[in-house]
């Protein structure tokens, strides 16, 4: 991995307002990774590639990440990005929209991040699910939405992004094989793990 070249792709997408991970977001999911070292992470939205690289150094000896974009340009720079970082081999980028590719996927992962649209996020937790190991994890990022999502607030243009976030922790924490916390670091995060199956 090349540190420099890291620093370097934040930097441009902070500037560009492309919303990655947030650093104390990262450092949760980097901490399970490090204990934890995956074989196969899946990520749904990928953007420029930037989390998707940080992770590339927790994963197994010949672990990969599978990560979905679904904006062409993204997923051009994406690339760039990945071989700029020097963690080519590692990161397979699937173009396209995650609600029609994800349905064509049947890999078993050990890792699954949702990072993309907040409204299809009880879709993604279900198709999560389906490939999930049974000793495996999901992230979600952006759970709390800027607070929305714990609040009475529901008169806004993302009411439908809201009303869906609500949706995933709804069954998230009331599903009895699952078992969920959700942390206030970043925009809000989300932390799933089978009880039983
Ligand atoms: N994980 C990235 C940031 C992702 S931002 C990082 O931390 O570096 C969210 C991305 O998801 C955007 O680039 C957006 O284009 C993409 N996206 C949103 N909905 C999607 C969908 N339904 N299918 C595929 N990509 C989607
Ligand atoms: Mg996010």
Redesign the pocket.
């Known amino acids: 991995m090349n540190i420099e070249e890291l620093k370097k792709i934040k930097e441009k ?1 902070l500037e560009e307002h ?4 947030m650093d104390d977001t990262l450092d949760v999911i980097e901490e399970y990774l490090k204990d934890n070292k995956p074989k196969r992470l899946l ?10 690289i940080c992770f590339t150094e927790f994963l197994d000896e010949n672990g990969c990440i599978d990560t ?4 062409h340009e ?1 997923v051009e720079e994406a690339k760039e990005n990945i071989k700029k970082a020097e963690v080519d081999g590692k990161i397979n980028i699937y173009e ?4 029609e590719i994800l349905p064509t996927m049947d890999y078993k992962y050990d890792v699954v ?1 949702i ?3 907040k409204g ?1 996020y009880p879709f993604f937790l279900k198709e999560a699910l389906r490939m999930l190991k049974n000793d495996g994890i999901i992230f979600a990022d952006n759970i709390l939405y800027k607070g929305y999502v714990l609040s009475d607030y529901n008169k806004h243009k993302q009411r439908t992004a809201v009303r869906n976030l609500r949706e995933y922790i709804k069954e998230a924490t009331e599903n009895e094989n699952l078992d969920t916390e959700i942390l206030e670091v970043g925009d809000g995060l989300a932390i799933t793990k089978f009880v039983k199956r």
């Open positions: 997408a492309i919303p990655i991970i990520e749904i939205g990928t953007a420029v590639g930037y989390s998707a979905i974009e679904r904006e993204r396209g929209d995650a609600v991040f990072d993309a649209a299809k």
